[in-house]
């Protein structure tokens, strides 16, 4: 046993890697801000590689929406139909999950569209609104550009979708040419976002402060002054832009924090190249580093003998989940680690191994929610609001015991004096999301009407 304590610096020192220090944020924040306005640049737009797209959304809910509203939410091999019915004080929310079988996520657009209004129109028959007309919402978790509320083409698919005739076009117009093929039910489909905008709009209904909405990919509130990009005439302020941050760092830009382990991660994706913030800050992700760290350590004989195990040496099997049990551990108590060891058929390791496996994760989520940090600061300091609630939802942020804390710690030192902010797990973002979206988008409808 004497032996194995002996390791721990030679296992922090193979950690120092994660160890971001002050000037390397800093440079971080200054290279995501001048990408970001190279993303809003009229001129630099097409090659920024953070692309910010404008949503036109420009009201955010005010909790004064009222009635029923239907939202679609498609992120990938499924998709949600829901129903939300808006009152005084109540928010009753109801919702069908509906596969997509994968001969229609390959085969043609028209029947992709063709089946998703056929669920559509079983969902309101099920909650006897087939007679009504509805407004509808749509999250469309798929890289669109947006030149309205209602028009969103996509770019490219993603996710295992390769339907033909889509790509280019508008797909609130296959969605209502699918309704309207049908003939049997009355849906106005009111505006369309993705994933990240429908954050916000979850978390803005309950707080009005709320201006920026995260997933790994970001969304926030813009002064429309710094927008060259928009188009349409208009008396709002402010609007939604939604930053894809995740492709931040795809030209290089991070390469002098990006440690080997994170390259590796990189070359065995399917989108080699591409997202390289996103694969240093994602739940997909973080598992697979930890797993790479602590195959290193064990092939230098610092860890478990020397040994390891095959389960350990398999690509991707440390799930992120267990970076979340692991240090939800009280301190010298390693109940769950030892768990996740013996479902990977590591046992008996050492009171020293459990450690060092804490140790490894820990380093890899602080990384991880530091870098989260630089990404709102920068945000929150091109804002340059007094009060700002930052809406955030992902499976990290979610179920990390100590995510929420680390962030809110970090980007209080980054962010310029004077600006309060505060962080808030936005519940269902997407689906929620999308029928405020509805609602808010109606609502301007009406008034207009």
Same mark, same amino acid.
């Given at each position: 046993?004497?032996?194995?304590?002996?390791?721990?610096?030679?296992?922090r020192?193979?950690?120092?890697?994660?160890?971001?220090?002050?000037?390397?944020?800093?440079?971080?924040?200054?290279?995501?801000?001048?990408?970001?306005?190279?993303?809003l640049?009229?001129?630099?737009?097409?090659?920024?590689?953070?692309?910010?797209w404008?949503?036109?959304?420009?009201?955010?809910?005010n909790?004064?929406?009222?009635?029923?509203f239907?939202?679609?939410?498609?992120?990938g091999?499924?998709?949600?139909?829901?129903?939300?019915?808006?009152?005084?004080?109540h928010?009753?929310?109801?919702?069908?999950?509906?596969a997509?079988p994968?001969?229609?996520?390959?085969?043609?657009?028209?029947?992709?569209?063709?089946?998703?209004?056929?669920?559509?129109?079983?969902?309101?028959?099920?909650?006897?609104?087939?007679?009504?007309?509805?407004?509808?919402?749509?999250?469309f978790?798929?890289?669109?550009?947006?030149?309205?509320?209602?028009?969103?083409v996509?770019?490219?698919?993603?996710?295992?979708?390769?339907?033909?005739?889509?790509?280019?076009?508008?797909?609130?117009?296959?969605?209502?040419?699918?309704?309207?093929?049908?003939?049997?039910?009355?849906?106005?489909?009111?505006?369309?976002l993705?994933?990240?905008?429908?954050?916000?709009?979850?978390?803005a209904?309950k707080?009005?402060?709320?201006?920026i909405?995260?997933?790994?990919?970001?969304?926030?509130v813009?002064?429309?002054?710094?927008c060259?990009?928009?188009?349409?005439?208009?008396?709002?302020?402010?609007?939604?832009?939604?930053?894809?941050?995740?492709?931040?760092g795809?030209?290089?830009?991070?390469?002098?924090i990006r440690?080997?382990?994170d390259?590796?991660?990189?070359?065995?994706?399917?989108?080699?190249?591409?997202?390289?913030?996103?694969? &240093?800050? @994602?739940?997909? +992700?973080?598992? %697979?580093? $930890?797993?790479?760290?602590?195959?290193? *350590?064990t092939?230098? =004989?610092?860890?478990?003998?020397?040994v390891?195990s095959?389960?350990?040496?398999?690509?991707?099997?440390?799930?992120?989940?267990?970076v979340?049990?692991?240090?939800s551990?009280?301190?010298?108590?390693?109940?769950?680690?030892?768990?996740?060891?013996?479902?990977?058929?590591?046992?008996?390791?050492?009171?020293?191994? &459990?450690? @060092?496996v804490? +140790?490894?994760? %820990?380093? $890899?989520?602080?990384?991880?929610?530091? *870098?989260?940090?630089a =990404?709102?600061?920068?945000?929150?300091?091109?804002?340059?609001?007094?009060?700002?609630?930052?809406g955030?939802?992902?499976?990290?942020?979610?179920?990390?015991?100590?995510?929420?804390?680390?962030?809110?710690?970090?980007?209080?030192?980054?962010?310029?004096?004077g600006?309060?902010?505060?962080?808030m797990?936005?519940?269902?973002?997407?689906?929620r999301?999308?029928?405020?979206v509805?609602?808010?988008?109606?609502?301007?409808?009406?008034?207009?009407?």
């Amino acid at each position: 046993m004497g032996m194995a304590i002996n390791n721990l610096p030679r296992i922090r020192e193979e950690c120092r890697v994660f160890h971001m220090s002050d000037t390397q944020i800093f440079e971080v924040m200054s290279k995501l801000n001048n990408d970001l306005v190279r993303g809003l640049g009229r001129n630099t737009h097409s090659t920024a590689s953070v692309k910010c797209w404008l949503t036109y959304i420009q009201d955010l809910p005010n909790g004064r929406e009222r009635g029923k509203f239907l939202a679609l939410d498609l992120g990938g091999t499924n998709f949600r139909v829901l129903i939300i019915n808006l009152g005084e004080n109540h928010f009753d929310m109801q919702s069908k999950i509906y596969a997509i079988p994968q001969h229609i996520m390959t085969g043609t657009g028209i029947a992709l569209f063709d089946h998703i209004a056929e669920c559509l129109a079983n969902f309101m028959k099920e909650h006897e609104v087939y007679e009504e007309r509805l407004a509808l919402g749509f999250t469309f978790s798929f890289p669109l550009k947006q030149t309205g509320l209602t028009k969103g083409v996509l770019q490219r698919w993603t996710k295992g979708f390769s339907c033909s005739g889509v790509v280019n076009e508008d797909v609130v117009q296959a969605l209502k040419d699918a309704i309207s093929r049908r003939g049997d039910v009355q849906i106005d489909v009111c505006g369309i976002l993705n994933d990240t905008t429908g954050t916000l709009m979850s978390c803005a209904w309950k707080n009005h402060n709320c201006k920026i909405g995260l997933i790994a990919g970001s969304c926030s509130v813009k002064r429309k002054s710094n927008c060259e990009l928009f188009e349409e005439k208009t008396d709002k302020p402010e609007m939604l832009i939604n930053t894809e941050w995740g492709a931040f760092g795809d030209d290089g830009s991070l390469d002098f924090i990006r440690t080997e382990f994170d390259r590796d991660v990189d070359t065995n994706s399917i989108n080699r190249g591409t997202q390289i913030f996103e694969k &240093m800050i @994602a739940g997909m +992700y973080l598992g %697979e580093i $930890v797993r790479l760290v602590l195959e290193k *350590l064990t092939k230098m =004989g610092l860890l478990f003998n020397g040994v390891g195990s095959d389960l350990l040496f398999k690509r991707n099997n440390f799930h992120t989940k267990y970076v979340s049990e692991i240090e939800s551990d009280n301190p010298g108590d390693y109940t769950s680690c030892r768990d996740v060891l013996e479902e990977l058929g590591l046992t008996p390791a050492s009171e020293a191994d &459990m450690a @060092a496996v804490r +140790y490894v994760c %820990e380093c $890899v989520s602080r990384r991880a929610a530091h *870098l989260v940090s630089a =990404g709102i600061a920068t945000l929150l300091n091109k804002m340059n609001n007094p009060v700002v609630t930052v809406g955030i939802d992902g499976s990290v942020y979610r179920f990390h015991p100590h995510f929420h804390n680390l962030m809110s710690e970090k980007i209080q030192q980054l962010v310029q004096p004077g600006i309060k902010f505060n962080l808030m797990l936005s519940e269902d973002g997407s689906g929620r999301g999308a029928a405020l979206v509805a609602a808010v988008a109606c609502h301007q409808s009406q008034q207009g009407a």
